[in-house]
């Protein structure tokens, strides 16, 4: 019977601390969240893996890799199409666009 | 500098031509020219001139991000290759094709998701999201 009773203790006493942790936690949530708001509004817009799939669809020998918003092209392509290309490429306004291509 | 100088053309070319918006400025050695044209040629004229600068735009020192798309609420003509142009469910080309736009057929312009894909509707009543590349302000 005191067992029990104690064993009941025990469980109280646990579920007040977490709910003490479960407050810190919320505290720090909210500071980390002030903080990365500041980061994400000064932080340079950069360019995605799907902006960049998107951009190259429709230029099935082109192989694009984009790396801290640098955009390197490699693969085949005619010189005709060279310009759609790199407009739709640069539209996403990367820091850079590496040209590696062959030209046929 | 050095890249102003060198793209002095593009860049005069561009203040004449009514880009709006327009903005130079130079990030690592890479000069970036962004605004919005007014008509899809004003965009063709200043890419010749950039690939006239720099033939086969090998040199990585440059980003023309000059685009030419129709603003929500106007009519835009569809400006691909040959081809018609997917309208897709989504705006993604991950997103399922449910129609098609006619190669230099004339749709309206509903929004702007981002800078890469608007939503359009046909004549024919078809609705959905297309590349903004390939739509010019009429």
């Known amino acids: 019977m005191l067992l029990i009773f104690s064993a009941g203790l025990l469980v109280l006493s646990c579920k007040g601390k977490e709910k003490e942790k479960d407050l810190n936690t919320t505290t720090n949530a909210d500071t980390m969240t002030t903080a990365d708001t500041s980061v994400i509004t000064t932080a340079p817009e950069t360019v995605t893996e799907a902006q960049l799939r998107d951009a190259t669809k429709d230029f099935p020998g082109v192989q694009a890799t984009v790396n801290n918003g640098e955009v390197t092209l490699t693969g085949t392509i005619s010189r005709e199409n060279l310009p759609r290309l790199m407009q739709s490429v640069q539209a996403l306004n990367p820091t850079k666009v590496n040209n590696n291509l062959t030209i046929k | ?134 739509l010019a302000p009429v």
Do not use: C
């Open chain 2, 1 to 134: 500098m050095a890249l102003q100088e060198k793209y002095k053309e593009l860049i005069d070319t561009a203040r004449k031509a009514g880009i709006s918006n327009l903005q130079v400025s130079e990030q690592n050695n890479v000069l970036h020219i962004t605004g919005e044209a007014p008509n899809a040629a004003t965009k063709d004229t200043l890419w010749d001139i950039y690939n006239k600068i720099d033939p086969d735009f090998r040199a990585g020192d440059l980003v023309l991000d000059v685009n030419a798309s129709a603003a929500p609420g106007t009519k835009a003509k569809v400006v691909t290759e040959s081809s018609n142009l997917n309208i897709r469910k989504g705006p993604g080309t991950d997103q399922p094709v449910i129609g098609k736009a006619a190669h230099h057929e004339i749709v309206t312009v509903m929004s702007k998701t981002n800078d890469q894909w608007s939503l359009i509707r046909t004549d024919n009543g078809a609705e959905g999201y297309v590349y903004s590349q390939y």
